[in-house]
Structure formats: C-alpha cells, structure tokens
C-alpha cells in the first residue's frame, strides 16, 4: 500500500480494536451483559477487518504476471469488500441475534463497574483512531465534504477505517445508553434494545461500504479533476490537434488506465505520429502519475462525423467525435 497515511490509519485502528475487544470480552464474563459480548464480537470482527486490509494492500504490490497483465491493484478492492461482508454477518447480524435473545429473555446486568469502565476506556480508544483515520484522510479529502470523500475515493482504506471507528464509537454510546438504562431501572430488556441498535449500526454501515466497494471493483474511471488534466495535457495544438474521446478506468487507487482517440494532422507522417504519441503519453504522465497505462489511437479529425455526432465510441469522458 503505497499510501502511509493508509496504513498508519488502519495499525492504529488494528491496536486499538485489539485491546477493545479483549477488554469489552472480560467485562462480559463478569458482567453478563449482552451488549458487552455483543461489542466484543464488533472489536474482534473490526480487527480481523483491519487484518483484511493489511494483507489486501501486501497482496496488491505484485507484480503484473502474463495472466494478470495489468497487476494485482484490484486486490484492494476485493479485500475492503469482504470487510463488509464480514462487519454485516459478524458484527452485525451476530448483534442482532444477541439483542433479540436478550429482549426475549433479560436478565439483571452484575457487576455494573466492569461495562461502564470498559466502555469509557473503549470510547477513549476509538476516538484516538478515529482522530487518526481523520488526521490521515484529510490531505485527500481536500474541499470535498466527508460524504463525498468516502463516495469518491479510489484507495478504500480509508473510508473503510473511518466508517468502522464512526460505528464503533456511536456503537460504544450505544451500549453504555442500554447498560446505563438496564442499571438505572433494573430492567435488562435495555441492554437487549441497546445490542440490536448496534447490530442494526453495523449492517447499515456494511451496507454502504459494499455499495461504494462493488462500484470500486466494477471499475470506476478516473476522478472528474483527473480528466481535465488529461484533456489539457493530450492536445498540444501541433501535433495533435483534439481529443476526440477518451475513456479511463483505475486498475487499482495507485494506477489509472487511459484509453483515447487523438486527432492528428492528415499530412504527418508515420513517424512523426509516433513521435506525437509518445510526446502526448509523457504529458499525460507529468499531468498524472498514477496514469501508467496509456493507449492512444491517431486519427483524422472529421467535421462532418463531428456534427452528425455519430460516435458509438462516446463515453462521459469526453467530448463527441
């Protein structure tokens, strides 16, 4: 994973969910609550989460093979998607199933010192990885709003981790408001209604990080500020002329593939469009780096095919032959 930022963010979330989970588990065998055991499962799933993506950014470094030419990018993507699978049957399906029973059949929480210190502690823990993930993510984040940011990014890391610390501290609140309820009226079906609102948590928030990550592995093209460098760094005026359309689509959060058709001067030579190309791939290259596989096709520019807009080839990324 080449961003450190990244990785820093999901340790940090890997040390703190380890320590968590541990400590929410031995509140649970002295306490008997079910939002204990239930947030237990959550740390433990969150952990195994970040192991996930650890191994996905490991595995995505490969280098490209004849059977997987363009690399091993993707892995990222795969990786981050069965995080969601596992937040939403884990994490939250296991929850779920945990509060109903509880609601069903409550029972008096004991030693009420044990959850409420340890979900203090928790609380104190997350907020430091989330103020992590938030310190990481924002030289990429930019002017975009946080909803945007998680919907626009290419590398899934970070969303995923700032999703994951966002649920796990509204989770936290959650389970000290059943906990507290349970003490304060004597009543456990509290702690049962606290442990299904955080499995009804998780399985939203799984949900969304499966519908941003299936888009990531469809295969998304390049952001929309990446394609205006790419349009002003193709044409040079001379040698080519116009972009007459272009698609682009990220092997991976670090590695772009661009594909268009250039207009070129219908008295140039062989050579001479050679060289225009590789000039344009070097431009495209010094505009945008992650832009490593590059394909462009020379063609005669028509003002007749223009105006009859008959391109089947036309994609949002660009303008109409």
């Given at each position: 994973m080449s961003a450190s930022g990244g990785t820093k963010a999901i340790v940090a979330a890997l040390a703190a969910n380890l320590a968590i989970a541990v400590a929410k588990f031995?509140?649970?065998?002295?306490?008997?609550?079910?939002?204990?055991?239930?947030?237990?499962?959550?740390?433990?799933a969150d952990s195994g989460n970040q192991g996930l993506l650890l191994l996905g950014g490991k595995r995505a470094q490969r280098d490209a093979t004849p059977q997987h030419p363009f690399g091993y990018g993707r892995e990222r993507y795969i990786y981050a998607f069965l995080?969601?699978?596992?937040?939403?049957?884990?994490?939250?399906?296991?929850?779920?199933?945990?509060?109903?029973?509880?609601?069903?059949?409550p029972h008096a929480i004991e030693a009420w010192y044990w959850p409420v210190g340890v979900l203090v502690f928790a609380i104190i823990a997350e907020s430091f990885s989330f103020r992590t993930a938030i310190?990481?993510?924002?030289?990429?984040?930019?002017?975009?709003?946080?909803?945007?940011?998680?919907?626009?990014?290419?590398?899934?890391?970070?969303?995923?981790?700032?999703?994951?610390?966002l649920g796990a501290l509204v989770g936290l609140v959650l389970a000290l408001g059943g906990v507290g309820l349970a003490l304060l009226t004597g009543n456990g079906v509290w702690d049962g209604i606290g442990t299904l609102c955080i499995g009804i948590l998780l399985i939203?928030?799984?949900?969304?990080?499966?519908?941003?990550?299936?888009?990531?592995?469809?295969?998304?093209?390049a952001g929309i500020e990446e394609v205006r460098k790419i349009e002003a760094a193709v044409v040079d005026g001379d040698t080519v002329t116009r972009l007459i359309?272009?698609?682009?689509?990220h092997l991976g959060p670090e590695e772009l593939l661009v594909a268009a058709k250039i207009a070129v001067r219908h008295d140039e030579s062989?050579?001479?469009?050679?060289?225009?190309?590789?000039?344009?791939?070097?431009?495209?290259?010094?505009?945008?780096?992650?832009?490593r596989v590059i394909y462009l096709e020379p063609d005669i520019y028509s003002e007749k095919a223009a105006a009859t807009g008959g391109n089947p080839a036309k994609t949002p990324d660009a303008p109409a032959h």
């Open positions: 031995v509140a649970f065998l002295f306490s008997g609550s079910s939002s204990m055991l239930a947030e237990s499962v959550h740390s433990l995080v969601s699978i596992v937040l939403f049957s884990v994490g939250g399906m296991f929850a779920v199933y945990e509060g109903y029973e509880k609601i069903k059949e310190k990481e993510s924002n030289p990429l984040r930019g002017n975009l709003s946080w909803k945007e940011f998680v919907r626009r990014a290419k590398a899934p890391e970070l969303p995923v981790v700032l999703l994951e610390d939203l928030i799984a949900v969304v990080l499966a519908v941003e990550t299936k888009s990531l592995l469809l295969g998304e093209s359309h272009m698609r682009t689509l062989a050579t001479e469009v050679a060289e225009a190309i590789n000039a344009a791939e070097a431009r495209i290259r010094a505009a945008v780096p992650i832009a």
